[in-house]
C-alpha cells in the first residue's frame, strides 16, 4: 500500500495537478430574500475565486460554495456581518481529494493483478473508454458502438446502442458527465451500461423493452472536462473550447442549448462556470448530440445524469410556466422516485427544474421536450451535500443501483405509452 501512496503522490505532482489544500466548503443557510441578494453579490466578486456549488437562488435552498484558503476568513466574516447562518461541510478539500486519489491509484493497481473492471471506483477516459469495446464484444448480440462526433480537443464521442434489431425503432436517450467534475454521473452510466447488457434475457422488463425499443447511452459528455479533471483540476465543469477575446477557457455545456438560449441562470461572462458560449450549440459536444437526435428522428424519451443533490426534475428550467404534460410528467418523476427509494431509502425531490432549483436557460432536457420529446428528465444524484461532487467510490454502485431503478420505471412507462 505504501508504495502506492507514494507513487499516487508523484504521480500527481507530475501532472500539475491543481491542489486546493486549505480550501472550505461551505453550506450557507439563508431565510430572507435580503440574504439570497448578499450571496449573489458574493458572487459577482471575482477576486475572492469562489465556486458555487449550488448557487444561491431562494431561501428555500441552501448554498455550497468552495471557498479558497485566501478567501476563506474575509468570506466567514462578510457572513458573520449579516448574521447569515453557515456551517463547514468540508475543513480541507485537498484531503478529501488526496483520499479519492489514493483510493483510484489501489483500485488501478488491483484491477492490473485482476484483470477485470472495477465498476466500484473511479476510471480515467481511456479506461472507461476500453470498458465499452469490452461490452460491446461481450455482448454483440445486443451492443453496438458509435461514434457520433468528437469533441473540441478531438476526443471521439461514443454511444452505446442497446438494440434487438429492427431499423429507426423508438428509443431512449441516456447521457452522463455533461459537467465533468461530476464522476458519479459517468461512473453510473458505466455500471447501467452493463447492468442493460447483462439482464437482457434474464430480467423479464429489461428483454420486453429491448425487444420493442432501443437504448442510446452516452457515458461520458464531455470527454474533454472529464480528462482535465484527472490531469489537472478536479474541479473543471465546462467544457475546454477556447473563449475568442478572453483568456478563460470553456463553455458551461448545459447552458449551451438551444432552449431560451442567453436567458436567465445562464452567464455571459466567459470565466463563469456558467457561461453560455457564444451561440446556441456553439459546443460540438451539444452539436453532437443534436444532431444525433435530430438525425434519428424517433427518440421518445431523454434522460441526462447529473450530480449531486437528489433530485428528478422535468421541464422547464428557462421558463417558469408549467409543460403542457405536467400532470404525467410529474406523476411519473414520483413514480421514479419511488423506486429509487425503495432500495436503499434514498430521498429524490421531483418538480420542474425552475420551481426545484432556479430558473436556469439553455439547458438539454428543455430543447429536448421543445423539440417533441415528451419523456424529458434531468437527475441529480447523490448526495445531497456531504461531499457533493467528491463523493466516495464506495458509494458508485449503490447510487447506480438505484438510479438504475428510477430510470426503469421512466423507461417501462415510456415502453408502455407510445406518443
Known amino acids: 500500500m505504501k508504495w502506492i501512496l507514494i507513487f499516487s503522490a508523484l504521480f500527481g505532482a507530475s501532472l500539475c495537478l491543481e491542489t486546493f489544500v486549505g480550501h472550505q466548503v461551505l453550506r450557507i443557510k439563508t431565510t430572507n430574500e435580503e440574504e ?9 466578486l471575482e477576486h475572492l475565486g469562489l465556486d458555487f456549488w449550488i448557487n444561491p437562488s431562494t ?3 441552501p448554498v455550497d460554495v468552495r471557498i479558497p484558503a485566501n478567501s476563506v476568513q474575509a468570506v466567514k466574516a462578510f457572513l458573520e456581518s449579516y448574521g447569515i447562518e453557515y456551517s463547514i461541510l468540508i475543513e480541507d ?3 478529501v481529494l488526496d483520499k479519492e486519489k489514493q483510493d483510484m491509484a489501489y483500485s488501478q493497481q488491483r484491477e492490473r493483478s485482476s484483470n477485470s473492471f472495477n465498476y466500484g471506483t473511479y476510471h480515467p477516459l481511456d479506461s472507461i473508454y476500453a470498458e465499452l469495446d469490452h461490452l460491446a ?3 454483440s448480440n445486443i451492443v453496438s458502438k458509435l461514434q457520433i462526433g468528437e469533441s473540441f480537443e478531438k476526443r471521439p464521442l461514443y454511444v452505446l446502442k442497446f438494440s434487438t434489431g429492427g431499423s429507426n425503432r423508438p428509443a431512449i436517450w441516456i447521457d452522463a458527465g455533461i459537467h465533468s467534475r461530476e464522476w458519479v454521473t459517468q461512473a453510473s452510466a458505466i455500471w447501467i451500461a452493463k447492468k442493460i447488457a447483462s439482464d437482457y434475457g434474464k430480467d423479464p422488463s429489461v428483454t ?3 425487444n420493442k425499443m432501443d437504448i442510446f447511452l452516452l457515458t461520458v459528455t464531455n470527454p474533454d472536462g472529464y480528462v482535465f479533471t484527472h490531469t489537472t483540476n478536479r474541479m473543471w465543469r465546462k467544457t475546454r473550447s477556447k473563449n475568442q477575446g478572453s483568456l478563460c477557457v470553456g463553455v458551461d455545456p448545459n447552458r449551451n442549448w438551444d432552449a431560451g438560449f442567453g436567458g436567465p441562470g445562464a452567464s455571459s461572462n466567459p470565466c463563469s462556470d456558467s457561461y453560455r458560449g457564444p451561440s446556441a450549440q ?5 452539436k453532437s448530440v443534436v444532431d444525433f437526435i435530430k438525425n434519428h428522428g424517433n427518440f421518445r424519451a431523454f434522460l441526462t445524469l447529473h450530480s449531486y443533490s437528489q433530485l428528478l426534475m422535468y421541464p422547464y428550467g428557462y421558463k417558469c410556466t408549467e409543460p403542457a404534460d405536467h400532470t404525467e410528467l410529474d406523476a411519473l418523476g414520483r413514480a421514479a422516485a419511488r423506486s429509487i427509494r425503495s432500495l436503499y431509502g434514498t430521498t429524490f425531490t421531483v418538480g420542474t ?3 426545484t432549483i432556479y430558473q436556469a436557460s439553455g439547458g438539454s432536457i428543455d430543447w429536448s421536450y421543445d423539440y417533441g420529446i415528451k419523456y424529458s428528465f434531468a437527475f441529480e444524484l447523490r448526495d445531497t451535500g456531504r461531499y457533493g461532487f467528491l463523493l466516495p467510490a464506495n458509494q458508485i454502485i449503490p ?4 438510479t438504475w431503478l428510477g430510470l426503469k420505471t421512466i423507461m417501462e412507462h415510456v415502453r408502455d405509452n407510445p406518443y
Do not use: D, F, G, H
Not at 456553439?282 to 451539444?286: L, T
Not at 447510487?399 to 438505484?402: F, G, S
Open 137 to 139: 464484444s461481450e455482448y
Open 282 to 286: 456553439s459546443e460540438v459536444e451539444v
Open 208 to 210: 420486453s423493452l429491448l
Open 399 to 402: 447510487t447506480a443501483e438505484e
Open 93 to 95: 478539500l485537498q484531503v
Open 59 to 61: 431561501p428555500a435552498l
Open 36 to 44: 439570497v441578494k448578499k450571496l449573489q453579490l458574493l458572487e459577482s
Open 353 to 355: 427544474i425552475c420551481n
